[in-house]
């Protein structure tokens, strides 16, 4: 395996490891980046299900026009996640930010969601 993606295994699993022991039975905000697209999914590791998701590539901020490769859209993407999860009837959740650090697209995302509502 490529050294780098190594290092980003291990990190993922670092971080995983640390939030189900911290999780508190809590759901999982769990979010995946690509060059051109943003995804973003509330997931209960408990049963093993999705919850809520959404992404740039949803009908609603694909008709904007946009890229999904920018801060504003990541900033969509979490006010869609929280909009999501509050109908799901979830409030609090613990952020996954997989092996990405928190900064640029994945900042705005969390913050976003903040904003909307969710709790983490």
Known sequence: MN???DIMQRRKQRLRFQLR???GGRPRLSVFR????IYAQIIDDAVG???AAASTLDPDLRASGKTGADRE??????????QRAREAGVTEVVFDRGAYLYH???RALAEAARE???SF
């Open 3 to 5: 050294r780098a993606k």
């Open 21 to 23: 022991k911290k999780s």
């Open 34 to 37: 690509s060059e051109q697209n």
């Open 49 to 51: 299900r999705t919850l």
């Open 73 to 82: 859209a990541a900033t969509a993407v979490g006010h869609l996640i929280a």
């Open 104 to 106: 640029g697209r994945v």
């Open 116 to 118: 909307s509502g969710l």
